[in-house]
Every structure is written in structure tokens, then in C-alpha cells.
């Protein structure tokens, strides 16, 4: 007897707005966020653009989890280079500054 489809789990992603939003609410420039997220200033401008070359770009599960801890202070994945509260300057309102948060 065949079982029936169970439904898939809905992949959720982080759009290119609120990858930006994540960035200026840390009150980062795009090369500082690039820096701590180990990647190419291009890259992070290709995030927020959306797309590259006219194709879209989906932002990683593994970058959005490393917003997340970016976010939470976390600097290293053992917790060693924990950022000070006064380096993350939140310039956007306090009800949102964790967007990636919805993506774990």
C-alpha cells in the first residue's frame, strides 16, 4: 500500500532585504560584514542586490546562521572573539534586529 506524501518542509531563506537590514542594524559597512562573515565585499553586495549577472542569488544557510551568531556576539564558533555590546551598535529599531533568527 503506498503511503501518503507527507509535505515537505517549507525551505525558508533570507531575503535580500532583510540580509541588509541585518547589516545596517549591526551598524556595519559592507566591507565590515564581509569581514566578519569571511567572505568578499562583492558577495555581500550580490546578497543585497538579490541577483548576480541577472540570475538570483540565495543567501546560505551557513551565512544566515552566521548572522545570526554575529548578531548574538558570537565571533568564532567556539565563542572566543565574543563582540562588545558597544562594537554592535544597533541603529534600527529594537523589535527587529535578528532577522536571520526566523531562517534556523
Excluded at 548576480?52 to 546562521?65: A, M, T, Y
Excluded at 558597544?86 to 534586529?97: C, G, K, N, V
Aim: proline share 7%; charged share 35%.
Amino acid at each position: 500500500m503506498k503511503k501518503p506524501d507527507q509535505p515537505r518542509a517549507r525551505h525558508q531563506t533570507m531575503t535580500s532585504d532583510q540580509f541588509r537590514h541585518w547589516r545596517k542594524s549591526l551598524g556595519l559597512k559592507q566591507k565590515d560584514a564581509a569581514d566578519r562573515l569571511g567572505l568578499k565585499k562583492r558577495m555581500i553586495q550580490y546578497y543585497e542586490k538579490g541577483d548576480r549577472d541577472g540570475r538570483p542569488v540565495e543567501i546560505p544557510k551557513s551565512v544566515r546562521l552566521a548572522c545570526f551568531a554575529i548578531s548574538s556576539g558570537i565571533g568564532d564558533f567556539d565563542g572566543s572573539g565574543i563582540f562588545p555590546a558597544s562594537e554592535l551598535e544597533t541603529t534600527a529599531p529594537q523589535t527587529d534586529t535578528r532577522p536571520c533568527e526566523q531562517d534556523l
